[in-house]
């Protein structure tokens, strides 16, 4: 028997060139146990991805500030102390980085994202002032209320789902993955990971990005 995965996207499930690798629309819905997806990205982005792959929509976004799983949505976050930051940003003189259309943020419901190539330190004392925190995925820099965190919305989904989280095996690239290696039973960063990614998990791999999690899902078909 296979376990159950909790999966990030960017730089996991990615190639270099952030493009989804192909070869997950074979391997996830052929796997014989529940796939949450967990990721920075806003609600839309892991929800259309598990339909498109014909998968359970079992989502953990927005860094844990909205969970998906059995058709029930549960919300985390402060989400009117985020538009306060992003506002006051602004006001400062700054911008968050993504153009008018803003993609990024446009249907995010719990956090606010900034760009990388913004100033981080007027960032971090405006998100204090709001009582939020500020945290470097590598993509982005995310703006969140403290204790929202991808592992807790693993403990959510995973409830939701029968299971212990410790059933889980979670392979991730970032500093918002920590959470969910501390939580899932088993714990993989693929070879691009950061160092905070790094250092929490059971395994840093020698592949990098989808390379590195294809490999840890071959790998556990066979142990099954």
Same mark, same amino acid.
């Given at each position: 028997?296979?376990?159950?995965?909790?999966?990030?996207?960017?730089?996991?499930?990615?190639?270099?060139?952030?493009?989804?690798?192909?070869?997950?629309?074979?391997?996830?819905?052929?796997?014989?146990?529940?796939?949450?997806?967990?990721?920075?990205?806003?609600?839309?982005?892991?929800?259309?991805?598990?339909?498109?792959?014909?998968?359970?929509?079992?989502?953990?976004?927005?860094?844990?500030?909205?969970?998906?799983?059995?058709?029930?949505?549960?919300?985390?976050?402060?989400?009117?102390?985020?538009?306060?930051?992003?506002?006051?940003?602004?006001?400062?003189?700054?911008?968050?980085?993504?153009?008018?259309?803003? =993609?990024?943020?446009?249907?995010? @419901?719990?956090? #606010? *994202? $900034?760009?990388? +190539?913004?100033?981080?330190?007027?960032?971090?004392?405006?998100?204090?002032?709001?009582?939020?925190?500020?945290?470097?995925?590598?993509?982005?820099?995310?703006?969140?209320?403290?204790?929202?965190?991808?592992?807790?919305?693993?403990?959510?989904?995973?409830?939701?789902?029968?299971?212990?989280?410790?059933?889980?095996?979670?392979?991730?690239?970032?500093?918002?993955?920590?959470?969910?290696?501390?939580?899932?039973?088993?714990?993989?960063?693929?070879?691009?990971?950061?160092?905070?990614?790094?250092?929490?998990?059971?395994?840093? =791999?020698?592949?990098?990005?989808? @390379?590195?999690? #294809? *490999? $840890?899902?071959? +790998?556990?078909?066979?142990?099954?």
């Amino acid at each position: 028997m296979v376990p159950p995965l909790v999966l990030d996207i960017d730089g996991t499930m990615t190639l270099p060139d952030d493009s989804i690798d192909p070869r997950f629309f074979e391997v996830l819905p052929a796997w014989d146990a529940p796939v949450v997806v967990a990721t920075g990205k806003s609600f839309p982005y892991p929800v259309a991805l598990c339909h498109f792959m014909y998968l359970e929509q079992n989502v953990v976004a927005e860094n844990g500030g909205i969970v998906l799983a059995r058709e029930q949505v549960t919300k985390n976050g402060d989400a009117a102390a985020a538009r306060r930051v992003a506002e006051a940003y602004r006001e400062a003189g700054y911008d968050l980085g993504w153009g008018p259309a803003d =993609l990024t943020n446009r249907w995010r @419901e719990t956090e #606010l *994202a $900034v760009a990388r +190539d913004q100033p981080l330190g007027p960032l971090e004392e405006i998100a204090a002032e709001h009582g939020l925190e500020v945290v470097d995925t590598g993509y982005a820099y995310h703006v969140k209320s403290p204790g929202v965190e991808k592992g807790r919305g693993l403990k959510s989904v995973a409830r939701l789902l029968d299971r212990d989280p410790e059933e889980f095996v979670a392979i991730g690239d970032s500093e918002n993955d920590v959470s969910t290696f501390g939580v899932a039973g088993e714990s993989y960063a693929v070879a691009n990971a950061d160092a905070k990614a790094a250092r929490a998990a059971d395994v840093v =791999l020698e592949q990098s990005y989808s @390379e590195g999690t #294809l *490999a $840890v899902l071959d +790998d556990l078909r066979r142990r099954g």
